[in-house]
Nanobody, 119 residues
């Protein structure tokens, strides 16, 4: 049974930092893209950052220069280091595994972790 378990969310003040982690189990995802999506109230789920098995990355324009995604293939884990957080980063953050960068191509999802940034 495939499971993706996120950790590291919480409440932080604007300008602060958080680190999210995701551990995948149940199968090997070495040939898949692993990514973080987020969904704020009333908004669609959007890609935050993704990373291929080769280490190629893709970031949303809104987080470039502030967020860094990393991946450990043997451990089936990804991390998201978030710096200079802004109130508009407040959302539920989901770990996902799939192909490409479109959320419709992701078949494996975690339950999400809440990130709240206060002003």
């Amino acid at each position: 049974q495939v499971q993706l378990v996120e950790s590291g969310g919480g409440l932080v003040r604007a300008g602060g930092s958080l680190r999210l982690s995701c551990a995948a189990s149940g199968r090997t995802f070495s040939t898949y893209v692993m990514a973080w999506f987020r969904q704020a109230p009333g908004k669609q789920r959007e890609l935050v950052a993704g990373i291929t098995e080769a280490g190629n990355t893709n970031y949303a324009d809104s987080v470039k220069g502030r967020f860094t995604i990393s991946r450990d293939n043997p451990k089936n884990t990804i991390n998201l280091k978030m710096n200079s957080l802004k109130p508009e980063d407040t959302a539920i953050y989901y770990c996902a595994v799939g192909r490409g960068w479109d959320k419709d191509r992701y078949g494996y999802w975690g339950r999400g972790t809440q990130v709240t940034v206060s002003s």
